[in-house]
Each structure stands twice: as structure tokens, then as C-alpha cells.
């Protein structure tokens, strides 16, 4: 029950900014731990950061630490990602995703129950 929904993608150059949001459709969602993904052509998807109830406690792949910045609105229900810095590795379809309690982790892809359909960031 409830949807994730992703904005915000688009094309950037090297060393610019995007910042995207995830709207959750139920207030369920305000106690689940939220995650970003994202997935290149010809390549996994792969964990980019995480961030639990009450934004207390994140996770960042190495690939982001500095650069990017999750977080969540007081509601608990959208989420978002500030990049910050951009490189052309960064290219990849984003998607948000949700771990329900009691949390399975809020890490690996395995973890997370639901799925948003994806935003595009290109990086040049």
C-alpha cells in the first residue's frame, strides 16, 4: 500500500548540483528507513546512502561520502538526496526505496520492500 514517487533528475555538468526528492503517497512511510539507489546501463544496482526515522542515523557508499547529502522532510514521508560535486560516474537511473520496520538493515538492495520507478541523472 502507497507508492514512492522520484523527481528532480536531469542533466548537469561535471562538478554541478542536483538535489532529488521522493514523495511517499502514505503516512505509513514516516517509519521506515529510506534509501537511494541507482543503476548505470550494463551495470548492478548499487546503494548510494540511507537514512532512518527521525534523520539520526545515515548511511553513504564511499563512492558519495562528501558529496552527496541525504535526508527527510519532519513528516518522515519524502525523501531527498542533495549531490553536490557531480561526475560523469554519477550517471545512473535514481531510484528511492523503503525498509519497513522492525528494518531489515536499510543497506543492502535485499533490504528495502518497496520501490520507486526512477529518476535520470546525466552528468557530462
Known amino acids: 500500500q502507497g507508492q514512492l514517487v522520484e523527481s528532480g533528475g536531469g542533466s548537469v555538468q561535471a562538478g554541478g548540483s542536483l538535489r532529488l526528492s521522493c514523495a511517499a503517497s502514505?503516512?505509513?512511510?514516516?517509519?521506515?528507513?529510506l534509501g537511494w539507489f541507482r543503476q548505470a546501463p550494463g551495470k548492478e544496482r548499487e546503494g548510494v546512502a540511507a537514512?532512518?526515522?527521525?534523520?539520526?542515523?545515515?548511511y553513504y557508499a564511499d563512492s558519495v561520502k562528501g558529496r552527496f547529502t541525504i535526508s527527510r522532510d519532519n513528516a518522515g514521508s519524502t525523501l531527498y538526496l542533495q549531490m553536490d560535486s557531480l561526475k560523469p560516474e554519477d550517471t545512473a537511473m535514481y531510484y528511492c526505496?523503503?525498509?519497513?520496520?522492525?528494518?531489515?538493515?536499510?543497506?543492502?538492495?535485499?533490504?528495502?520492500?518497496?520501490w520507486g520507478q526512477g529518476t535520470q541523472v546525466t552528468v557530462s
Open positions: 526505496a523503503a525498509d519497513p520496520p522492525p528494518w531489515r538493515g536499510c543497506t543492502s538492495q535485499r533490504d528495502f520492500s518497496y
Open positions: 537514512i532512518w526515522t527521525g534523520g539520526g542515523t545515515t
Open positions: 502514505a503516512d505509513a512511510y514516516s517509519s521506515y528507513c
